[in-house]
Nanobody, 115 residues
Framework: QVQLVESGGGLVQAGGSLRLSCAASLNLFSMGWHRQGPGKERELVASVSSSGSTYYADSVKGRFIISRDNAKNRLYLQMNSLEPGDTAMYYC????????????WGQGTQVTVSS
């Protein structure tokens, strides 16, 4: 069983930055950050494959940077120029292949951006 533990969330003013971390019990092919805001459906924010290929949702392009350290089994999300619309619970997730659905999920870390 893969375990994922997020950290780094908190309260920040609009325009500020936060860095989320996810500690994984092992590396999988594709890892990503999802979020679910109040009254919204969960959405994929960014993902990175084991080879380093990345994906970003249009809403965060140019502001968020996803990275992974395979040696440490860590996933990161650097979030800059935060907006109130980024307020959400952020979840780390992992899957075995690009064709799979995300199978493993962390418990989430709350990010709140005040205006």
């Amino acid at each position: 069983q893969v375990q994922l533990v997020e950290s780094g969330g908190g309260l920040v003013q609009a325009g500020g930055s936060l860095r989320l971390s996810c500690a994984a019990s092992l590396n999988l092919f594709s890892m990503g950050w999802h979020r679910q805001g109040p009254g919204k459906e969960r959405e994929l924010v960014a993902s990175v494959s084991s080879s380093g290929s990345t994906y970003y949702a249009d809403s965060v392009k140019g502001r968020f940077i996803i990275s992974r350290d395979n040696a440490k089994n860590r996933l990161y999300l650097q979030m800059n120029s935060l907006e109130p619309g980024d307020t959400a619970m952020y979840y780390c997730a992992a899957r075995h292949t690009a064709d799979d659905k995300y199978k493993y999920w962390g418990q989430g870390t709350q990010v709140t951006v005040s205006s």
